[in-house]
């Protein structure tokens, strides 16, 4: 088992330093960050004087070296649009990010699980063909769509949600957040809704498939045949062995709720790290650039390492798998 964790670690790792090179070689060539920083009538002399300033005239081995050292050290360099440290602007920003993933993940399980289970169980059932209804929608609309008919209907025509910003906070320390305000609850109901609502849909559907698919199994009929009773089949057998792939997609899927948050903070201009990402494209941000991508993959990464070694926890055939010497 540490074995394996470690072997996991160890690609980890190298898929970090993959990302630093696509991402460092990348952004390299998105723009000249010195026209963000001089006005127009800037002189040559002070433009040259600004590249030197920056590195941006050395070598390309020496400036991603410096850049790979300085982002394994979480230093991301300066903003060139916010002349501040981009790990503190990021700093500043992720509570906000990670607040919004969490509620829209935990919505998602959470319904996810229940509407996949009942369309399982009652698959006749008008609730249940109402429930395929929603998760086809929520699947066919675009992110952006759901959250525009959310504001129109939720604030333009009742007026009883927020259509933007976050909200009331509350400072812990470096963290904010609004889950202690009334006004940071109706901050994020929307837009975890609008984020969440295709990781529900694809929760309940993966939930119910594997459900039908354990319902058929051998166990099962073992289990009517010994009289236990239908509560325990399918809440004590069936669902307990269909979250187990269930475990690998949510996990995998925060991690997408995170990097494809951006459309859902621009969307209701929620003051977090896709937002200044967006502000960042716009201006060239070079710094701003690369570090959301190293975050984002960092995260992706991370996530996909704890879901291996959660896997290998609550499935004994692949903790026996990997025990067996080869």
């Known amino acids: 088992m540490l074995a394996f964790a470690l072997r996991r670690a160890i690609q980890a790792i190298g898929v970090m330093i993959a990302v630093g090179i696509i991402s460092f070689a990348m952004f390299r060539f998105a723009g000249d960050p010195v026209s963000q920083l001089v006005p127009i009538d800037a002189s040559a002399a002070e433009r040259a004087s600004i590249r030197e300033s920056l590195g941006l005239d050395d070598p390309f081995i020496v ?43 935990i919505l998602a399980l959470v319904f996810g699980i229940i509407m996949g289970v009942f369309s399982a169980l009652r698959r006749d059932s008008l609730m249940a063909k109402l429930f395929q209804m929603v998760s086809l929608i929520g699947i066919s609309l675009p992110t952006f769509l759901i959250g525009i008919l959310l504001i129109y209907l939720f604030s333009v025509t009742l007026g009883w949600l927020p259509s933007f910003g976050r909200g009331d906070v509350v400072k812990l320390g470096w963290w904010t957040s609004g889950l202690f305000t009334v006004s940071g609850w109706k901050a994020l109901i929307m837009p975890s809704i609008t984020l969440g609502l295709f990781q529900m849909t694809l929760i309940m559907r993966l939930v119910r498939a594997e459900m039908l698919e354990v319902l058929r199994t051998d166990y099962i009929r073992f289990a009517r045949a010994r009289g236990l009773t239908t509560r325990a089949i399918h809440f004590g057998h069936a669902l307990r062995n269909t979250l187990v792939p269930v475990i690998t997609v949510v996990g995998l899927q925060f991690g997408s709720v995170i990097a494809f948050s951006i459309i859902t903070e621009q969307v209701f201009q929620w003051p977090g790290m896709g937002l200044l990402f967006v502000q960042a494209v716009q201006n060239v941000d070079i710094p701003i650039m690369a570090a959301y991508l190293i975050m984002v993959s960092l995260i992706f990464v991370t996530i996909n390492l704890v879901v291996d070694i959660l896997y290998t926890v609550v499935d004994p055939r692949l903790r026996a798998t990997i025990s067996r010497p080869a």
Request: charged share 20%; glycine share 4%; aromatic share 16%.
């Open 63 to 105: 400036q991603f070296g410096r850049y790979l050292f300085d982002a394994a050290q979480f230093k991301f360099g300066v903003s060139y649009q916010f002349r501040q440290p981009v790990s503190d602007l990021l700093k500043e920003r992720m509570p906000a990010t990670l607040e919004l993933a969490v509620c829209a993940t």
